[in-house]
């Protein structure tokens, strides 16, 4: 086994009425006055702001909501919720609904601590981040797994073009996660295929990593893959499948804890390659597009650009999590390749940019994306294989 540290406080709380638990576990963990954080309207139809607003007033918890949050969330909202939970003087924030509301619960929960500093400081990488207000969230759809990461990821709408970024650590900690899986019944079914994708993506990116050998943590993310394959698929085509929405809503806490990136590079405090998520955000960033279809968009390009670095750990997802018996590694490799490709097609994502955007993308679109990507050619990206600007560019195209 390689060194690693691991740390991941965050209390689950899983199963049916487990948001009836929501006022209790704020008590528990000190919260008096909550700011809570929702999107659009689903958690407004569904009536669940409503029943989650009942369970604290029954606590004697004061509580502000603040609505609005858009999927890809922006700075400029965050910012105005910041500046209503420093008037009402919040002391906890909770957010209700995907990552991106709980994305922006975090960094409102990090700008309420920290209110001298411009929010997006921390997100440019000017300042680092310490400590937040504590934070818990009820999650409405499996997908980012923000509910158990240490990740938020917001994107800057006020200067062009848009950059979306993202930031971690333990302050990014919820204190605790209400999951209960009958409340995801009413996601569109694009939205649960595009979490479905995000779950084996958070997976893949850190089964794909730079050091290999810890086969614990392997056979842990070859059986997250193969769960996440069967019960997404069923969960695509029977939303209210309780067995198969639970399933996927647990895979998806897991993906994103950390558990299958330990110590996947040795001493170094980064646990996988994450080239996809980069080239995926600068996709978001510029044209809005639902994360986790800019993913599979992406992954067989990426995929097929480096797989010569490591052809055998290709051949091993093949083997372990596709079943396949194939001799030979390149074969497998490209099989593993082929058979992902076949799944992200089975639960309706793109599999390239051409069928993500419906059309094919100009010459200019695809720097304008690698420019964004890389930072300007500030930065590369990836630990599997080390992406430059032409990478990026290489694999978009
Ligand atoms: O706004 P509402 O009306 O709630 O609608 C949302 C939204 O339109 C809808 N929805 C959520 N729960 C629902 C529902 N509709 C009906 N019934 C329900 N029960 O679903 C849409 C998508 O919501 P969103 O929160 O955007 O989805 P997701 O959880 O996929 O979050 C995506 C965001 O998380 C970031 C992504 O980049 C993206 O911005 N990520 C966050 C990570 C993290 N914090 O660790 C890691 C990920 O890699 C990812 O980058
Ligand atoms: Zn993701």
Known sequence: MKKFEYYTPTRIVFGKDSEKETGRLIKMYGGTRLLIVYGGKSAVESGLLKRIEDEVKAEGIEYISMGGVVPNPVLSRTRQIIKEGLEFKCDFVLGVGGGSVLDTAKAVALGLYNPETDIWD???GIKKPVKSLPHAGVITISAAGSETSDSAVITNDETKPYSKRGINGDFNRCR????NPELTYTLPKYQISAGVADIFMHTSERYFAAILGNHMTDEIAEGLLRN????GRIGVDNPSDYEAMSEIMWSGSLSHIGITGLGSRGDLPKDGDWACHQIGMALSA???????????????SWARYVCKKNLGRFAQLARNVYGIEEASDEKACEIAIKKSEEFFKSIGMPISLTELMGRTPSDEELTALSENCSFGKKRTIGAFMVLSYDDMYNIYK
Do not use: E, N, P, R
């Open 176 to 179: 605790f996660a209400v999951m």
């Open 286 to 300: 510029i044209y809005d597009y639902t994360h986790g279809a800019t993913l599979t968009a992406i992954w067989g």
């Open 122 to 124: 921390y997100f440019a």
């Open 228 to 231: 996440i394959i069967k019960y």
